[in-house]
């Protein structure tokens, strides 16, 4: 059963970007691992690429994600596996979301990742109305 909180499918190839635009954050020190620290990121502006996991459970961690990612414009991919995000930030363990603040040697690719999801997300919301 697909999740609420996914607006939207994002194309495998998307999705390998976007992890190593976030292997990339994590080698410069521009990631925030986990909800808390990606929803701050987002409220303080710092946020440039959210990535939230597509298979969280319960769906009230992340469900306020893509909502606040909208009101603050900040562009947002979904990957389909928390365990897969979680091993891009260096971790052993699965993750919900992860906010890039900067990807210095991967800017080219952060920039191609955004575009991408700025073109997916209003797709999304024309298939809601």
């Known amino acids: 059963m697909a999740k609420s909180y996914v607006k939207y499918e994002t ?19 521009g990631l925030r691992k986990g909800t808390n620290e990606a929803t701050k990121a987002i409220e303080r502006g710092n946020a440039k690429l959210v990535l939230i996991a597509a298979d969280v459970d319960p769906e009230e961690i992340v469900m306020h ?3 606040l990612c909208g009101e603050k414009k900040v562009p947002y991919v979904f990957i389909s596996e928390k365990l897969t995000l ?4 260096g971790l052993g363990v699965g993750t919900a979301a992860v906010a890039v603040a900067k990807a210095d040697k991967a800017e080219a690719v952060l920039k191609e990742v955004v575009e ?3 073109a997916l997300a209003p797709k999304a ?3 809601k109305k």
């Not at 194309?11 to 292997?23: G, H, I, N, R, T």
């Not at 979680?86 to 930030?89: E, H, I, R, S, V």
């Open 11 to 29: 194309p495998s190839d998307v999705q390998q970007k976007a992890l190593q635009v976030v292997e990339a954050g994590l080698a410069c020190g």
């Open 65 to 67: 994600l893509p909502m």
């Open 86 to 89: 979680g091993k891009a930030a």
């Open 116 to 118: 991408k999801a700025v």
């Open 125 to 127: 919301e024309e298939k």
